[in-house]
């Protein structure tokens, strides 16, 4: 093992202990989540316990952050994000977030059609909140048939039969939040938030 290897290695330990302790996370309840023992995860703070994928893997899950944010990887000379495009039923998703698990951000393309199409509902586990930037979007819901224009909000859990698609043939862009375990988005207005 290269010296530069251990080095980033050598800080793990102590960057997972200030993690857990930052959120207020015992071994016990850390060892719960993981999987992990908790004398596996004491010794992997302590140092005498070298960090494996097998074991870095749950953590990052547990903390929702990024592998990298845990071994303190060197940051990349180029900062720009390549995002690359899912192509799916016709559409683009732009996925926005990286992080593994939790709440998932994406930018969504509806192409234009020459004549809007007919609606297929679908359903899955999960949340979704939507935001319309461009364009207006047919949202098919249960029995519901709704037009949004740009700046339009909508959610809904995604177990209830639903189809998005152009309501008058134009592209549509919008924002999309999707949470797997179904987390809601929680918005709040500026009065909302003045008074509480």
Known sequence: MDRETEDVLDVVGPR??????????????????????????SR???GRRRATLELLLPLARTYDVPLDVLVGAPRTGDPRIHLKPIRRFGMVFVPLSRRPGGTQAFKM????????????????????????????????????DLTLPPGEVAEFDTSQPHWLGSAD???????IL?????????VRTGAASQGG
Do not use: C
């Open 178 to 186: 999707f949470d797997l375990q179904g987390v809601r988005a929680h």
């Open 16 to 41: 997972l202990r200030a993690l857990r302790r930052e959120r207020g996370i015992t071994l016990a309840d850390l060892a719960a989540t993981t999987g992990v023992s908790e004398s596996t995860l």
């Open 44 to 46: 992997l703070e302590s």
């Open 109 to 144: 393309v509806i192409p234009a059609v020459p004549a809007p199409l007919e609606p297929t509902p679908q359903t899955h586990e999960g949340f979704e909140w939507l935001y319309v930037l461009n364009g207006r979007l047919r949202l098919v819901l249960g029995e519901r």
């Open 169 to 175: 043939g134009g592209a549509v862009e919008l924002l």
